[in-house]
Nanobody, 131 residues
Framework: QVQLVESGGGSVQSGGSLRLSCAAS????????MAWFRQAPGKAREGVAV???????SYAESVKGRFTISQDRAKRTLYLQLNILKPEDTAMYYC?????????????????????????WGQGTQVTVSS
């Protein structure tokens, strides 16, 4: 199994930046397709960004151009750089790794809106953006 632990969340002002980390442990071969999701109180979980083999990435339209997903394979750590933060970015951010049965890492970049594609999830880290 794989364990995922997020960190780096906090409170920032609009326009600010933040860098989230997700440390993976256990059988990390399952981390070739990883993603960030977020969920605000009273709202549904939504995909933020996905990264697969050869650093192929995909982003939600709401964050494209502002957020960057990356991975340090040697450190087994996933990152999310959040720039030009807006109050609507306020949410609990979760990292996820897969893929689940019925999905293939070959199509990882297409899973940015597919939470069911990922088998493992972290506990989340809170991001709060004030105006």
């Amino acid at each position: 199994q794989v364990q995922l632990v997020e960190s780096g969340g906090g409170s920032v002002q609009s326009g600010g930046s933040l860098r989230l980390s997700c440390a993976a442990s256990g059988y990390t071969y399952s981390t070739h397709c990883m993603a960030w999701f977020r969920q605000a109180p009273g709202k549904a979980r939504e995909g933020v960004a996905v990264i697969g083999s050869n650093s192929r990435t995909s982003y939600a339209e709401s964050v494209k151009g502002r957020f960057t997903i990356s991975q340090d394979r040697a450190k087994r750590t996933l990152y999310l750089q959040l720039n030009i933060l807006k109050p609507e970015d306020t949410a609990m951010y979760y990292c996820a790794a897969g893929v689940a049965d019925g999905y293939s890492h070959l199509y990882c970049a297409s899973y940015v809106e597919s939470a069911a594609a990922f088998r493992y999830w972290g506990q989340g880290t809170q991001v709060t953006v004030s105006s």
